[in-house]
């Protein structure tokens, strides 16, 4: 307790702002798809990528092999749903300097069990101090601090008796900031065309005649080469797949205690009804070879998102689209559109990625995509809103279609509270992921089918409304699990 005295008293001279949308920030498509590790992006992807970022900071400053002791404090949404979502498991890989997008995931158990019994962590795989996570990682329950309610702060102590605190943000989609530092000073590049809002993306398309996803690779290119990007966006794809594949051949309970059983390969099993496949282009031709009834579509569908979320719930490897619990969203529809609206081609995965990227980031900087910030809206509600758009689009929607599409996917889940049972993102987490890709495919039908001139609402004016709803709603129902199912559902787990 002592460590978390030192931090209250620092904290004291913190000034609070809510409001950290900064003018022209500028956000990558891999800013918005990072590949990870489950279950969450705010509450596994985040700490894990703070944790890295404190002992990178360390070694920069030749301190490294100084340290003799380390405490981590936890504070809000990460103290309530930390168990749950990882949050204790990511922070210690992210110390050992392990990496969320290589390390093999069927290691984590045997690396906790290690550090459990040994007492021993090994900062940045360089230097061996004592460390227990049971008392050195301190879960403050009826704390928060007032930037954000995803707090994080290491506290290192050196053998000359100084002591240095760094306190992290994580604000969501695998975001971090580290206090004091502007959110988008990681990303300091000036883009050709500068977008904060829907009325920006739509100015650059009228003035340049280009689609969403031309304009978000002209900004791209001011990364990276375009050949770069296509190969990356290509990688996250195949990442998504992948996923989605192991999640559909995939048996069992998931961890955490709630004994969820696993649907995805059992509904798979089902629609595949004995048709052979070996590998994932085989499986897609059974698959494409079963006909189109509406339910058959809609059975797939909802297989896709079951498997990815299966999988993030076992800690598997995922894409962070734009967060992890909302991870199976934009692979399904994707999946669905490559599966059953005929096309395979790599210049429309590529599109769709693209376009989903951009609307996602649009929403980040009028809004949020944090629950902890705005509950299962800015999650859930934004991936379904992103996979509408660059559905559209990949359909041959006009722009204003697109977005017309982002608009009614995001005005149907105003409101959605975040409380997953026993701080798991497993009920109603997963199911969700269903639901956020069948209203992004009906969506994007309707705007097809719609002429967006006669629209009531704007994609902006829904993003305000979400950000005034979050700002409205009660913090239980920010990833806390203080409400909604997750106090209704009698469960006697540690967690809860
Ligand atoms: S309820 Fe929604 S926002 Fe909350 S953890 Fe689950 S998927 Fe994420």
Same mark, same amino acid.
């Given at each position: 307790m002592k460590a978390a005295c030192y931090i209250r008293a620092a904290s004291l001279f913190y000034i609070c702002t809510n409001h950290f949308h900064l003018p022209h920030e500028a956000i990558s498509v891999f800013d918005m798809f990072k590949i990870g590790v489950g279950p969450s992006s705010s509450h596994t992807l985040g700490p894990w990528r703070a944790a890295q970022r404190f002992t990178n900071s360390l070694l920069q400053q030749n301190r490294l092999q100084e340290v003799i002791a380390l405490n981590v404090l936890l504070y809000g949404s990460l103290a309530k749903t930390g168990k749950g979502h990882g949050t204790d498991i990511a922070i210690q890989l992210g110390l050992g300097a392990e990496d969320p997008v290589t390390f !093999?995931? $069927? &290691?984590i158990t045997a690396k906790m069990n290690d550090i459990m019994d040994m007492k021993k962590m090994v900062l940045h795989g360089l230097h061996e101090i004592d460390f227990d996570p049971r008392e050195?990682? $301190?879960?403050?329950?009826?704390e928060s601090l007032p930037y954000h309610p995803n707090a994080l702060t290491f506290l290192a102590s050196f053998k000359n008796n100084d002591q240095v605190a760094e306190t992290y943000y994580s604000i969501g989609g695998g975001f971090v900031k580290k206090e004091g530092e502007k959110e988008n000073s990681l990303n300091a590049v000036q883009l050709p065309f500068p977008i904060n809002t829907s009325e920006d993306l739509l100015h650059w398309c009228r003035k340049t005649g280009m689609n969403i996803y031309e304009v978000v690779m002209e900004n791209e290119n001011a990364w990276r080469p375009e050949k770069e990007t296509k190969e990356a966006v290509l990688n996250i794809w195949r990442v998504m797949k992948e996923c989605i594949y192991r999640g559909c051949h995939s048996r069992g309970e998931l961890p955490g205690g709630l004994h969820v059983k696993r649907r995805a390969d059992h509904l798979n099993k089902k629609l595949i009804a004995g048709k052979p496949y070996d590998d994932y282009n085989s499986w897609l031709k059974a698959m494409q070879s079963g006909g189109n009834s509406f339910n058959y579509i809609l059975d797939w569908v909802s297989c896709f998102a079951l498997a990815v979320n299966e999988e993030n719930a076992s800690f598997g490897r995922v894409v962070t689209a734009p967060t992890n619990g909302a991870a199976g969203v934009i692979p399904a529809v994707l999946q669905y559109y490559i599966a059953f609206c005929g096309d395979n081609h790599t210049d429309k995965i590529i599109q769709f990625l693209l376009t989903a990227s951009e609307i996602g980031s649009i929403f980040k900087k *009028?809004?949020?995509?944090s629950a902890a910030m705005g509950g299962c809206q800015a999650e859930i509600g934004v991936s379904s809103a992103m996979a509408a758009a660059a559905l559209t689009e990949c359909m041959g929607g006009t722009q204003r279609q697109a977005m017309m599409a982002a608009e009614i996917a995001m005005e149907h889940h105003l409101g959605l509270t975040c409380d997953p049972i026993a701080g798991l993102? &497993?009920?109603?987490?997963i199911e969700r992921n269903t639901m956020g890709a069948i209203k992004a495919i009906t969506a994007s039908q309707l705007a097809l089918q719609s002429t967006p001139d006669f629209a009531k609402v704007s994609l902006d004016a829904v993003i305000k409304t979400m950000w005034d709803t979050a700002l409205d709603m009660?913090?239980?129902?920010? $990833?806390?699990? !203080? *409400?909604g199912l997750a106090v209704n559902i009698p469960l006697s787990l540690p967690e809860c």
């Open positions: !093999d995931v $069927e &290691q050195d990682i $301190e879960f403050l329950m009826s *009028g809004a949020t995509l993102v &497993q009920v109603p987490c009660n913090s239980k129902y920010k $990833e806390t699990s !203080d *409400g």
